[in-house]
């Protein structure tokens, strides 16, 4: 139990929704990852909970930030990270993006015309940056084929680019790739770095230098359902570490950058509603919750995927639908007697529901529905404005007990 019972049952007698955050929880993994992979920085990727509070709490750990937006990059630099830590990577980055991120952050160009963009910028300020390029490389993650994509610049366009490179106020220093987010096959991954640390080797030759980073993107998943076994770090790392020290051998000081997003806060998180009424329909018996598409979405999207599908196994849809069975329920009510019901929502449409004809401990007005791994990709996804209902809050238990929002 992330939370003690006694907590959640006295925020919610303040809280009809909200969330909790364990910095217990959090801290623990980045442990885990720092004590596992000496040789690695890592960097948090804020667009899967940007709460302040828990990023700083992150930040405060030494990670650096992968910001997805130049509102990513400004609050980055607000919670005090120096621009050596922070990453800017996103497709379609405007020109004011980039103005107003060019001297807090180092910008990874996503195209061709966005190399152009970011040379003419540095060339009216008068300055010369460096910046890194997002490849999208001539590997897939689960194959040898190259694809087509809407990130990142084509590995032969890349090499054809600074093999003719003319523009005189950009310095290439670093290259990003990221394909996939939710892996727990720790081969996978590893045949993924190994690719992607030969093609850095690549880039290194052809600018006859040693790159300033390497960012190898983000994969590292999680357990989401009670089926899922969660991933086998000590050998993902004991063999990655392998593969790092083998490039390590030539490239002395190029830093190797792992993002991660779920694996720090995804199971960091439990989610809080109250019911809130409770009705009888020709049948039948709804549980109307507070907030629930508009509190915490993915619960809703897993129901919605259900009626399309009564596969167990359809297609994930990252970060919006991982795979059916990714949440589970909990409930503090006052009886362990069972009833089928429908959890619905206190949203104006019938889609608002995130479970038919359930069975699950008797509720009652006043009782608590948890829903946990509720940490990433949750309050940031959901439609909170919609209906102008009142929102979840959230807050983040630290590790001395305190409840900060
Ligand atoms: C969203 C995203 C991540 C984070 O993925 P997680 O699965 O949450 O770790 C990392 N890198 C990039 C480029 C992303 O877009």
């Not at 990059?73 to 919670?79: F, G, M, Q, T």
């Not at 018996?285 to 507070?290: E, F, M, N, P, S």
């Not at 359809?314 to 059916?324: R, S």
């Not at 479970?355 to 940031?380: H, K, S, W």
Request: charged share 30%.
């Amino acid at each position: 139990m992330l939370f003690d019972p006694e907590l959640i049952k006295s925020q919610a007698q303040i809280d009809d929704s909200f969330y909790l955050y364990s910095q217990k929880e959090i801290n623990k993994r980045i442990d885990q990852l720092q004590k596992y992979f000496p040789e690695i920085e890592f960097i948090y990727s804020m667009k899967c909970n940007s709460n302040p509070f828990v990023t700083k709490s992150i930040f405060n750990r030494s990670l650096g930030a992968d910001a997805a937006s130049a509102g990513e990059v400004r609050l980055a630099s607000y919670l005090g990270l120096k621009k050596d830590k922070i990453y800017y990577s996103a497709p379609g980055k405007s020109n004011k993006d980039i103005e107003r991120s060019i001297k807090d952050a180092t910008i990874i160009a996503d195209s061709l015309g966005e190399i152009e963009k970011i040379d003419r910028i540095c060339k009216d300020l008068g300055i010369i940056e460096n910046i890194g390029l997002r490849i999208n490389p001539d590997f897939s993650f689960y194959s040898k084929e190259k694809t087509s994509s809407k990130f990142g610049i084509d590995q032969d366009q890349v090499l054809d680019f600074l093999h003719n490179n003319k523009y005189s106020h950009i310095r290439i220093s670093g290259i990003h790739v990221h394909l996939h987010s939710q892996e727990l096959d720790p081969d996978w991954l590893i045949n993924y770095y190994k690719n992607v640390l030969n093609l850095a080797e690549k880039i290194a030759k052809e600018i006859k230098k040693e790159l300033d980073f390497v960012n190898m993107g983000s994969g590292i998943g999680i357990d989401y359902s009670i089926d899922d076994r969660p991933i086998d770090l000590e050998y993902l790392a004991k063999e990655s570490n392998k593969l790092i020290k083998k490039f390590r051998d030539k490239y002395k000081n190029t830093k190797i950058i792992i993002e991660t997003g779920r694996f720090l806060v995804g199971k960091a998180g439990l989610y809080v509603s109250k019911v809130i009424d409770k009705k009888v329909s020709n049948g039948k018996t709804y549980v109307i919750l507070k907030n629930t598409l508009n509190g915490f979405i993915r619960p809703a999207i897993e129901e919605f995927v259900s009626t399309l599908s009564a596969d167990k196994k359809v297609k994930a849809w990252e970060p919006l639908f991982t795979g059916k069975g990714s949440f589970q329920y909990k409930v503090i009510n006052k009886t362990k007697e069972k009833e089928r019901v429908n959890l619905v929502g206190n949203l104006c449409t019938a889609t608002d529901m995130i479970a038919e004809d359930i069975e699950i401990e008797r509720l009652e007005p006043g009782d608590l529905l948890l829903i946990n791994n509720a940490g990433a990709y949750a309050a940031v996804l959901t439609p909170m404005q919609f209906a102008s209902l009142e929102k979840p809050v959230e807050y983040l238990l630290s590790e001395d007990n305190q409840l900060l929002n």
